[in-house]
């Protein structure tokens, strides 16, 4: 039984894994919401969707937390929704985005099963899959300026909130934001007259297709940005705090989670990166044994959550033009600048990534594949031609 003077602790601990949960689903809520609805879903299938993730988060923050006594931590793919908006509708609609969203979560359990694989993927350069990824966020965060006459009162209230927080509450930054835009829909409703539609969920059951156009624009892009983006940096952020990830287990039980998801509409599920600094620091606990505890309760409030999703989706539903977008896209810069900035760190590569950056945000379509693909391969080609052939060392014949 714990000491009295333990439990204060405790509830600290348990705070800290409310409050990730917390900062998790309003800093990127608005972004999976607007990827779903990208790619064909509609406001009953994206709500499933959502509160699909939303479960898988939770289901997997506490058995992984409890199985191996570490801060796991895990989220819905931010990057990756991001990868949907820029794909858009594929051909085929809301069967092929979710044939696209199994094909991701095989690909992640394959690369976790097979070691080969991994090496693979390893071999394309950092700065291209960054540059591929920034390219696609600022089609994304140019938003607010595109639509700002649109709401000029309401997206300008979200921006001077989001920048004022981010000199005082970084962290808070954004759910500030989130919950400000869902105050003034809901203000803007009433003064309209209009009601806002929540309704209840109901698993509206879709047929997977597969088709090749949405394997290479949603599927493959969704992939490489889910480890590249979310799994690698998860790992570096929580080994820095000095724990021992358990990579492939990990990595099995997004790639299982991601699979069995997609049926419900859910794109993809990862170890958390910004969020999982909370539970695995100090922040959470002087003793690195007992951070579990704020991992799974952000498992728990993450399941807590979910339940609240439909109205989520019916004030977004009523959002007045550019107003969801703009949420999305102040939740975002901070990825993008990390992006850019990876992009082009290493000088031998940064060619190569402008390229790739500059083909990505091209929203460029080529016999019926994104411009995702379109980047990458630009990007490998001309690292390729780039980079000087490494000479052979051994003697002549």
């Not at 100090?282 to 952000?298: F, G, I, K, L, S």
């Not at 990390?338 to 082009?344: P, R, S, T, Y």
């Amino acid at each position: 039984m714990a000491t009295a003077s333990t439990q204060p602790n405790l509830r600290h601990t348990m705070l800290v894994g409310v409050s990730a949960a917390l900062i998790g689903f309003t800093s990127s809520a608005v972004v999976v919401l607007e990827g779903l609805r990208a790619v064909g879903a509609t406001a009953q299938q994206a709500t499933v969707g959502l509160m699909a993730l939303c479960v898988l988060m939770g289901v997997l923050c506490i058995g992984m937390s409890r199985r191996y006594r570490l801060p796991i931590t895990f989220a819905w793919s931010t990057p990756g929704a991001a990868v949907l908006i820029a794909a858009g509708t594929a051909v085929g609609g809301w069967g092929s985005a979710i044939g696209a969203f199994l094909i991701c979560g095989v690909l992640l359990t394959l690369t976790a099963l097979i070691p080969g694989l991994g090496a693979l993927i390893g071999r394309i350069p950092a700065p291209i899959a960054q540059a591929m990824l920034a390219g696609v966020l600022l089609t994304i965060c140019l938003g607010p300026v595109q639509n700002f006459g649109s709401s000029p009162a309401i997206i300008g209230a979200l921006v001077v909130t989001w920048l004022v927080l981010q000199r005082f509450a970084a962290r808070w930054a954004t759910p500030a934001a989130f919950a400000l835009a869902m105050i003034l829909i809901a203000a803007a409703a009433a003064t309209r007259g209009d009601s806002i539609s929540v309704s209840a969920p109901h698993l509206d059951w879709t047929l997977p297709s597969f088709s090749l156009a949405a394997a290479l624009n949603i599927a493959l892009p969704l992939y490489l940005v889910t480890v590249a983006a979310q799994h690698i940096p998860g790992v570096a952020v929580i080994s820095s705090y000095g724990h021992r990830v358990p990579w492939r287990p990990v990595l099995l039980a997004s790639g299982l989670g991601t699979t069995a998801g997609a049926m419900f509409g859910a794109h993809a599920v990862n170890l958390a990166a910004i969020t999982a600094a909370p539970a695995a620091s100090p922040e959470a606990h002087t003793d690195p044994a007992r951070r579990w505890v704020a991992a799974a309760t952000t498992g728990w409030t993450y399941l807590a959550l979910t339940p609240f999703v439909p109205l989520f989706v019916g004030l977004a539903q009523a959002a007045p033009d550019g107003v969801v977008g703009t949420v999305a896209a102040v939740g975002l810069l901070s990825t993008l600048g990390g992006a850019m900035i990876a992009a082009v760190a290493d000088e031998k590569l940064r060619i190569p990534a402008v390229i790739t950056f500059i083909v990505a945000a091209s929203s460029v379509v080529i016999a019926g594949v994104s411009s995702m693909f379109w980047a990458l391969v630009c990007g490998i080609v001309a690292h390729l031609i780039l980079s000087p052939r490494r000479r052979s060392t051994a003697p002549p014949a």
